[in-house]
């Protein structure tokens, strides 16, 4: 499979294993593409997790992780792509129903958007809090004291 | 049935313009709700009885379980996954501490796989068992409430003998276990499984014949195993769809691939076909708990892990099958001793998203139900 992608899509796509897992990392240019290939053409009909990894030092400072399973082949893969604050990434919920509230979760939590979302907003934390919390630059005991005078009456929340 | 990929999301803006034809109601229920099991709200949109569809609102026990972890060492998360799925903290513990030793390329002794195996499957019957309890109570049974937490009380008896809590055990360490097997921990778990072997008949006969249990769970909060598979469904709510489907065996993890079990699947996909599939489980697991219990080998508890972990720079995804489906963690070393980043794959928040689908076109008694029927737990939703 891997040989078939690499073949089509050329330096867009690194094929890796790590621990006995497989992944690969590809060209935010590829997404949602790739990802519709993988459902329609080689089975990777469960979207186990949507999730992100911040690297402030990086250009691109966030990846983003898709996790991905076969029931056909039982088999699991990962889809690594990277993307630079404030950029978006096309939603993958025409492709997985399932990553609604991942995706969510990942704009709560980073602040990446997903254009053509239906109902992208904040699904931990309150709406109109301010900031993204799995930021690397968002301290353990930062919160955003505005909100919790305002809604909770109190004078911080530590 | 509604396809959950063309779902819309119930749209609130429209609310005042339908809800002068007095035909449409808009309902909050929770988050201080006795069925809601714990901190959930639900925004219902109503036609008279008929629900139209429904928004959940979670976050309220949302305490950053994944930012904590980046700010302690390997060692020092573990107690802190306990308090995801509170009701079945050595699941989590399990999922958690193999990945790290996945990261850290070592593997537990075959002595402290066996224990493991052996409190993670009884932690997956009182999982059950509080289920059970909670979801007929939330229906109008009161009586199965009572047998199963007398029941569950034992599990927890042995756990409290074994390591000292009942509920949030930290019972396992990266590498193995702390605690050597208690004397008499055998006895006490061949003892348990003689006995709770009738109690789970004694369920069966009060809810499986039971008129008013067929009237309220039967053809109420159906999903096929397609819609299961496209909103990630997993666990029993996955196989009473149909999907015969299951980490133990599909990916054996521990050392699930020595014991011989059956998985269960229902056909319906109804709220029925999934406590029976649930009850059949419980059986299971007193088979894999027997067999277990037989073969402990004699050996150490503790493969040879660093004082100071630091696992080589890279990621690793591990996931094992919890009493609520598949639980997931996703962790980024960076080569320190604290994780770059954990990220926590919860079967409940993930389930909970097919509650919209489940319940279109029910009645408003049958949320309820289909609540209870998915078995959530809201530490692990919001975490």
Redesign the interface.
């Given at each position: 499979m891997v040989a078939r992608l690499k073949q089509e899509y050329g330096s867009g796509i690194t094929p890796l294993t790590h621990l006995g897992q497989n992944y690969m990392e590809v060209d935010r240019s590829l997404i949602p593409e790739l990802l519709q290939r993988l459902r329609d053409d080689e089975q990777f009909n469960y979207c186990v997790d949507v999730t992100a990894v911040h690297y402030p030092k990086r250009e691109n400072q966030f990846d983003v992780v898709w996790v991905l399973y076969s029931f056909e082949r039982n088999e699991r893969i990962r889809v690594k792509t990277q993307i630079a604050d404030g950029e978006s990434l096309a939603s993958s919920v025409p492709i997985w129903a399932a990553c609604n509230w991942l995706e969510r979760e990942v704009y709560d939590m980073f602040g990446i958007k997903f254009n053509g979302h239906p109902d992208l907003k904040r699904i931990l934390l309150p709406d109109g809090w301010k900031g993204h919390p799995l930021r690397k630059d968002y301290g353990i005991l930062q919160q955003d004291n505005e909100w919790v005078q305002i809604n909770l009456g109190i004078e911080s929340g530590q | 049935m509604t396809d959950?990929?063309t779902?819309?999301?119930l749209d609130l803006d429209t609310l005042d313009k339908t809800y002068l034809d007095a035909n449409e109601l808009v309902i909050n229920m929770g988050p201080q709700h006795p069925a809601t099991h714990g901190v959930l709200r639900v925004i219902l949109r109503l036609d008279g009885e008929k629900v139209l569809g429904l928004e959940c609102v979670?976050?309220y026990l949302?305490r950053?379980v994944?930012?904590?972890a980046?700010?302690r060492t390997y060692t020092m998360f573990n107690p802190y996954v306990d308090r995801m799925d509170y009701v079945a903290a050595v699941s989590n513990a399990l999922g958690y501490c193999e990945a790290v030793e996945?990261?850290l390329?070592v593997e537990a002794p075959p002595r402290a796989q066996y224990i493991r195996v052996i409190l993670t499957e009884l932690n997956r019957i009182a999982s059950h068992q509080l289920w059970l309890g909670t979801h007929a109570l939330d229906i109008g049974a009161i009586t199965p409430l009572f047998y199963t937490f007398r029941d569950r009380e034992e599990i927890l008896k042995i756990f409290e003998k074994y390591c000292g809590a009942r509920l949030t055990t930290h019972a396992f360490r990266i590498g193995g276990l702390q605690y050597e097997a208690y004397d008499g921990f055998e006895k006490d778990v061949k003892a348990f499984c003689t006995f709770v072997k009738p109690k789970i008949d004694e369920y069966e006969e009060l809810l499986t014949t039971n008129r008013i249990w067929l009237e309220r769970t039967k053809g109420v909060g159906v999903i096929s195993g397609k819609d299961c598979?496209?909103?990630?469904v997993t666990g029993p709510v996955l196989r009473a769809s149909g999907?015969k489907?299951d980490i133990r065996k599909?990916?054996p993890y521990a050392n699930y691939k020595n014991f011989d079990f059956e998985i269960p699947t229902g056909q319906n996909g109804d709220t029925y076909d999934r406590y029976i599939v649930r009850m059949i489980e419980m059986r299971q697991s007193l088979r894999i708990i027997e067999q277990a219990v037989e073969g402990i080998p004699e050996g150490p508890i503790m493969a040879k892990v660093p004082k100071v972990m630091k696992p080589p720079v890279?990621?690793?995804?591990h996931?094992i099958e919890a009493p609520k489906g598949?639980l997931?963690y996703?962790i980024?070393s960076d080569g320190s001793t604290q994780p770059?980043?954990v990220?926590v794959?919860p079967p409940s928040?993930?389930n909970l998203?097919a509650l919209d689908l489940m319940c279109r076109g029910q009645l408003v008694a049958d949320v309820i139900a289909v609540i209870g029927t998915l078995d959530i737990v809201l530490g692990e939703v919001?975490?």
């Open positions: - | 959950p990929n779902l819309s999301p979670i976050g949302h950053g994944e930012k904590i980046e700010n996945k990261l390329s598979i496209a909103l990630g999907v489907w599909a990916q890279g990621e690793v995804y996931s598949e997931g996703f980024v770059y980043r990220r794959r928040f993930i998203q919001d975490r």
